[in-house]
Each structure stands twice: as C-alpha cells, then as structure tokens.
C-alpha cells in the first residue's frame, strides 16, 4: 500500500493550494473582465468537471452568465455564443498540460470569432497560452500521473478565486465578504491534511473497495461536479465501469442497476439532504457497499466520511481530497498500480495532444 506516485501529489496539495491562494495573479488581471457578460468554459476531462462544479459559484457570486462545456460541445452545439456580443464575452480554456487539441481548436475558433481568449494551465508557453489574451497559472508543479490530483484541486481553487475576484471587481460583493470568503478558503485548505489522514483511516478500517468491480457516483450541486469527478478517478485508476448522476435523477432508470456487488458514493451537502439520507438508508438496508462523503451537518454513523462544512464552497476542496484518497487505495487494495498502463496508446493514436 502507498507505493503509487498518486500519493505524492496528494500530499503535496495543501502546500500547492496554499502557495496559490497567496498569489495577486487573479486580482492584478481581473480588470482585463471588465466588460464580460458571459463566460464559456472550454476543457477536457477533470478539468471540465472542475468548470461544472464551479460553474454555478461563479455566476451567482460575479452576476454574469456562465456555461461549461466540453471542446466538442462548444463547437458543434453552444450556437447561443453565435448570438452574444462578442465584445462582451470570455471563451476560457482549461488544460493543465496545455496540449489537449480540443481546448486548442475551440480557443482557435473563439479568437478568430473575436471573443476574449483567456486560460487556466501549468505550463508557461503551452499552445493554450499562447492562444489566450490572459492566461492564469495553476503553478502546481510536475504530476506524472493518469489521474490528476493537485491539478485538479488547483483548478477548482483557481475558478473559485476567480469568481470571488471578479465579483470584488464589480461589486458585487464588497471587499469585507471578499477578506471573508478568502479566509474561508485559507481555512479548508488547512483542514486537508487532516481530511486526507481520516480518509486513509476510514478506507484501512473498513478495507474499502475490496473487490470493488463497479461503482456509481452520485452528488448534487456543486457536487454534481464532484460526482462526475470521483467517476472519472476511479475508472482511471481501478479501471472498472463507473458512472455518475445527480441524486434526484439517480431513480429515473440507474437505481435498477444497483446490485450488492456494485459499490456507490454519495455526497451529502445541503441540497436533497433529506433524499440522499433516504438513499443512503434504502442501500445499507439492501447490503449494497455504500460510502457517504457528508460536507453537512455531522452524522456519526457506519458508512459516513465527515469533512468540515464550508457554506460558500460546499466543503469542495475536502470532498475532493476524500475522493482522491480512495482512487489511490482501492487498486491497491486490489493489488494493482492505479497509475499503471491502459490503452496509454490511445492519446497517441488519435493525436489528442499537441
């Protein structure tokens, strides 16, 4: 057990966060937004699951229009952006390596449609960078890994503090909420190491993912996100079918599914409290290997992961961490590497980088 280079990065993650929320990059560039009515945000993978989840915060926070969708989806189905006032709108990538062609051409058609180009990448001088009219950098350091961890969770920092920023910067909120919310932010990020040690605990003690051969993610809100989030992890390191769903809808055709060998992760948060607590007793109740990862009000009970409640972020950075935790322990209490070679020569085949 913790042999996986995963485990690194994770452990690096409050340290990356820290150092990220400490910079003036956001803030020194938020004027360049001035004018923006509307925000698309373009990406990939993790990166489009952060844009999901933090979606939602930004557009309440700032008071524009803010939509997610993949590269693909930009292009070929977002036709509202065809309506917009250019002059007036935002198409921001996100790619932590800064290579994944879709965010590329979408930045490509946006600049040529004249649209405000800005991103959100690690790496200085990546084609995305060079394509962007602002660029905002993750600054997490190197992570050789299938699965994105410290990226991923600087990402969804990143997003956070811009739509606290840009809602500074049009007063939306003013500078007290401001100091506030990044006190918030400071807080949960100092919480993580704990949350990561009592995610570890939990998994040892109740040797969780034990033959794990399915699993089925489901959240809300925010956490939608976050769902999407924990079933992209564990596809890529246990390499199992996984799927992921909002939990009203989780009863309109996945709940007959559900079997005592599949495994399923909630997350509890303020939204559909009442019908995920039902969910979570209708499952133990029939056997089926269910974790609860609560970011609510503190349940001491078999099956439940407690973090700290952050209002304002809906605890994201800790729910994350949990999820994390268990994407690197259960292939290896499985006996297997979750960073290890699957179909890797597919990006290469199909030439989904630069």
């Given amino acids: 057990?913790?042999?996986?280079?995963?485990?690194?990065?994770?452990?690096?993650?409050?340290?990356?966060?820290e150092n990220l929320l400490a910079t003036n990059e956001i803030r020194t560039n938020i004027s360049r937004f001035a004018s923006v009515e509307a925000l698309y945000l373009v990406a990939h993978g993790s990166s489009y699951n952060a844009a999901v989840a933090i979606a939602p915060l930004i557009s309440d926070c700032a008071a524009i229009r803010v939509y997610a969708g993949t590269p693909s989806y930009f292009r070929y189905n977002m036709h509202a952006k065809d309506l917009e006032e250019k002059a007036r709108v935002c198409v921001m990538g996100i790619s932590e390596?800064?290579?994944?062609?879709?965010?590329i051409e979408a930045l490509e058609e946006a600049k040529r449609n004249g649209f405000l180009t800005a991103s959100i990448t690690n790496e200085h001088d990546s084609p995305i960078d060079r394509l962007s009219d602002v660029t905002f950098f993750l600054n997490c350091g190197e992570e050789h890994s299938n699965a994105k961890t410290k990226g991923y969770s600087c990402t969804l920092l990143t997003l956070i503090l811009f739509g606290i920023e840009l809602a500074a910067y049009r007063k939306t909120i003013d500078e007290s909420r401001r100091e506030e919310l990044i006190g918030s932010l400071r807080n949960e990020i100092q919480k993580l190491n704990s949350v990561i040690d009592a995610?570890?605990?939990?998994?040892?003690?109740?040797?969780?993912?034990?033959?794990?051969?399915?699993?089925?993610?489901?959240?809300?809100?925010?956490h939608f996100g976050t769902a999407m989030e924990g079933q992209l992890k564990l596809m890529e390191t246990q390499c199992i079918p996984t799927m992921f769903n909002d939990i009203v809808e989780f009863s309109h055709g996945m709940h007959r599914a559900i079997t005592t060998s599949s495994n399923v992760i909630l997350i509890r948060s303020p939204e559909e409290e009442e019908l995920t607590d039902k969910t979570f007793e209708y499952l133990w109740k029939r056997?089926?290997?269910?974790?609860?990862?609560?970011?609510?009000?503190?349940l001491e009970m078999p099956g439940v992961i407690n973090v700290t409640p952050f209002p304002f972020t809906r605890s994201i950075l800790l729910v994350t961490a949990v999820i994390q935790v268990i994407s690197a322990f259960v292939p290896e209490?499985?006996?297997?590497?979750?960073?290890?070679?699957?179909?890797?020569?597919?990006?290469?085949?199909?030439?989904t980088r630069i």
């Fill in 199 to 222: 995610a570890v605990a939990w998994c040892e003690e109740n040797s969780y993912g034990k033959g794990m051969e399915s699993l089925y993610v489901i959240g809300n809100g925010m």
């Fill in 333 to 351: 209490r499985n006996g297997t590497d979750p960073n290890r070679a699957s179909n890797n020569d597919y990006t290469d085949w199909a030439k």
């Fill in 287 to 298: 056997k089926i290997p269910t974790v609860m990862i609560n970011a609510f009000k503190c």
């Fill in 97 to 103: 390596t800064g290579t994944s062609r879709g965010v």
């Fill in 1 to 17: 057990m913790f042999e996986s280079v995963m485990w690194k990065y994770i452990r690096e993650e409050p340290e990356v966060l």
